[in-house]
């Protein structure tokens, strides 16, 4: 099947979907939606000058087992994958692999990004897997609680095991084609944990913001927002830190104080908060304004860090000393509402547990229900602000978080614990058993806190790690553009180096 252009499928931008809230999401759709466009901006500039990769993609379905662990269930899945032979230098050429994760792929995953940038230099074949359960990679009924037992990461590396055997078969590899794997976020994990437990599939695997240890209070994320919006290079201070704290503090207040209504109207609140679930969601929401930001910095966020410290900084708009720092928060969310063009700011707790039970596939092809029903099964990442580095609310509390797991999918938090516990001890956490993976992070990302940021000297085929200055969630994935910040063209310059030794060293293993 030949695909359009013009066709607006929604590119898999590698961020992570933890459900902090409904505002974070909207923020990272508005990424997705940027990197979509800069995605199609960069096929149709390449055919202007003569290549003409669309032509060569083609997308296709493979029946996956539901369960590769049960031989006595027969049940299977459609999976969506996409393939791109324009740089394919045959028979022997390497193969690219991009793993999709919490959400839904499309043909851009194997047009543009720098993994397509690398496999145009070295002659690659591209494949792109979506996840299971994601995008269209899912039965009818799949998003019932009942059938989401089947989703997990032990499963979906099952399934690109099954994928790179039928990708073989179809283009008849052999031990020729060299394997290299791709990710980022969630996917990054996947990809080094591949790695890690199939390596007789891949000969590397690059991991960008990849979180491989599982963390059930993942306090420290916002420990790194704080530590991002001081710093300097990006356009932070610690008095826009402090700023920040404040304000929070004074809506907090405000909200003890039975103020609800007035907090409502100040920061358009799509409903009166009255009730403490809703006052929490208003907390969540305007922290996620400020994370999103973080994580997204300069990579098609609504704002960037230096935005946001300056508005909350600003001395030139002059406010009562008692109420400064909330006035400027509030204009901070009115800039977000208009540039975003959102109506009203989310206040709804019962909204919250609408969209995260709601099963129908249409309303649910973004992933949320699917991403939280496994951080409730595999890997946590409560992103909580209940020690004193974070710069949010204290409101934002660990109980808050889990208590959907029992309410959305019935899962006893009791089980929570020993979930994230078994993941760690299955995949090694934040010291993988892996060799050969290059892990990438951006050094204002919160995310590298659970990633591998020193490399392990020990091993013989020694992993890599490369922390960017400056840079935040996967932005190494992107194509390069001349806005780029120094460092991060030489870390991709530094990825680039890493790719052709392994296709060189991998070469050398078959000839000798």
Request: charged letters at 25%; one cysteine or more.
């Amino acid at each position: 099947m030949l695909l359009s252009p013009i066709r607006c499928i929604i590119l898999l931008l590698l961020v992570n979907f933890v459900y902090s809230g409904r505002v974070l999401r909207k923020i990272k759709e508005h990424v997705r939606k940027i990197q979509y466009e800069k995605a199609k901006k960069n096929v149709l500039m390449s055919a202007v000058n003569g290549h003409k990769p669309m032509s060569e993609v083609r997308d296709g379905k493979i029946h996956q087992p539901l369960d590769h662990f049960d031989s006595q269930n027969d049940e299977t899945f459609p999976q969506r994958f996409f393939v791109n032979e324009a740089y394919w230098e045959r028979p022997h050429g390497p193969v690219f692999l991009f793993i999709g994760g919490e959400g839904p792929i499309s043909e851009f995953n194997v047009l543009a990004g720098h993994h397509v940038d690398m496999a145009e230099e070295h002659g690659a074949l591209l494949v792109a897997l979506e996840h299971r359960f994601y995008g269209e990679s899912i039965n009818k009924d799949g998003l019932e609680t009942e059938n989401l037992g089947d989703l997990s990461s032990q499963q979906a590396l099952a399934d690109i095991a099954e994928f790179h055997q039928y990708i073989s078969d179809r283009f008849d590899l052999s031990d020729k084609n060299t394997w290299i794997s791709f990710g980022g976020s969630y996917a990054g994990a996947l990809s080094a944990w591949l790695r890690g437990k199939f390596p007789h599939l891949v000969y590397g695997a690059v991991a960008s913001s990849a979180p491989v240890k599982a963390k059930l209070d993942f306090s420290t994320f916002n420990k790194g927002v704080g530590l991002s919006l001081a710093d300097e290079d990006v356009g932070g201070s610690d008095k826009c830190v402090g700023d920040i704290w404040e304000a929070f503090a004074a809506v907090e207040a405000a909200l003890f104080a039975g103020n609800a209504t007035e907090v409502g109207k100040d920061f358009g609140c799509c409903e009166i908060p009255e009730d403490l679930e809703d006052q929490i969601e208003v907390m969540q929401s305007l922290a996620d304004i400020v994370m999103g930001t973080v994580e997204y910095n300069e990579e098609g966020g609504i704002l960037t860090i230096e935005e946001i410290c300056k508005i909350m900084t600003n001395e030139t708009e002059t406010y009562d000393s008692e109420t400064e720092a909330y006035n400027r928060l509030i204009k901070l969310v009115q800039i977000y509402r208009a540039t975003g063009e959102e109506p009203c700011l989310d206040a709804s707790h019962k909204q919250t547990i609408q969209d995260l039970s709601d099963t129908n596939l249409d309303s649910a092809y973004n992933g949320e229900r699917q991403w939280y029903y496994q951080t409730c099964t595999e890997f946590g990442f409560y992103q909580t602000c209940e020690d004193a580095s974070c710069p949010f609310s204290r409101m934002l509390t660990l109980q808050a978080q889990t208590d959907l797991c029992p309410e959305v999918f019935n899962i006893p938090q009791h089980s929570l614990p020993g979930h994230i516990a078994f993941t760690n001890k299955y995949y090694g956490g934040d010291h993988p058993d892996t060799d050969r993976v290059l892990y990438v992070n951006g050094d204002i990302d919160p995310w590298r806190e659970l990633s591998v940021l020193e490399e392990d000297l020990d091993k013989e085929d020694k992993d890599m790690a490369i922390l960017i200055k400056g840079t935040s969630h996967c932005a190494d994935m992107n194509p390069g553009g001349a806005a780029d910040r120094p460092a991060l063209k030489q870390a991709r310059k530094a990825i680039e180096r890493k790719v052709a030794k392994w296709l060189k060293e991998a070469a050398w293993k078959l000839v000798g």
